[in-house]
């Protein structure tokens, strides 16, 4: 048989095991991404130099550098200058970190898609820029963004294979080191397949729902 089904019964619990680890990688990785995104995407925005160019350059710069690499330069690099953190923990750093740079380009995209009637209005009602940005702007600004944050959650995903390079086991590794244990790859890898098509079919329903509860009364259908 191709496709050994006891075999990949007795596989699956390793394999979900597993998937727990990646699943974790990317919420944690997401929940570090989405605020710390958003404060790259405002300093970016601000009108001092001294904060704007320094976000501006940390953006280029993750932005412009490969995954994999910053998960070296974390997990093997950092350690020597004193800052040395779990695989797990590294993998979500890094995650959160790199997908950060890309939320704030969607954020800034975002907020400069607020009509400039809306600035000026605030400042007419002479709002403080806390409440213009919390209470006017953002609210226009993050809606419209969603599908493209949604976007990177899915991707975030499908990059968690990548922590394995810091000794991550998350569900690939697994159905590798399954794989090379019985020299049996057609199940393992198979069903690790598998788990990443359907979450991120249902991390993309999801993103779907939120969408749709986030948007504005006047953009309804």
């Not at 727990?20 to 009108?47: E, K, N």
């Not at 907020?111 to 409440?131: D, F, H, K, M, Y």
């Not at 590798?176 to 069903?191: D, H, M, N, Q, V």
């Amino acid at each position: 048989m191709i496709f050994d089904w006891d075999y990949a019964w007795e596989i699956l619990p390793a394999l979900g095991s597993a998937l727990v680890i990646t699943i974790q990688a990317t919420i944690l990785g997401m929940l570090v991404a989405i605020p710390l995104g958003l404060v790259l995407a405002l300093a970016r925005r601000a009108p001092w130099a001294l904060l704007s160019w320094p976000a501006a350059v940390f953006i280029e710069f993750v932005r412009s550098t490969p995954l994999l690499v910053q998960l070296y330069f974390l997990f093997y690099l950092m350690p020597d200058l004193g800052l040395k953190f779990s695989p797990l923990v590294t993998g979500v750093i890094a995650l959160g970190i790199h997908y950060a740079a890309y939320c704030a380009e969607v954020y800034r995209a975002g907020i400069e898609g607020v009509p400039r009637g809306q600035w000026e209005a605030a400042t007419a009602l002479n709002l403080s820029p806390w409440r213009t940005a919390t209470g006017v702007i953002l609210p226009q600004a993050i809606p419209p963004v969603v599908p493209a944050l949604g976007n990177y959650l899915v991707a975030m995903f499908k990059d968690t294979p990548l922590l394995s390079a810091i000794t991550v086991v998350e569900v690939l590794q697994q159905a590798k080191i399954i794989g090379s244990a019985s020299f049996r790859y057609t199940e393992p890898i198979t069903l690790a397949g598998i788990m990443f098509l359907v979450l991120s079919l249902i991390a993309a329903a999801l993103v779907r729902f939120t969408e749709r509860r986030l948007q504005l009364p006047g953009n309804r259908a």
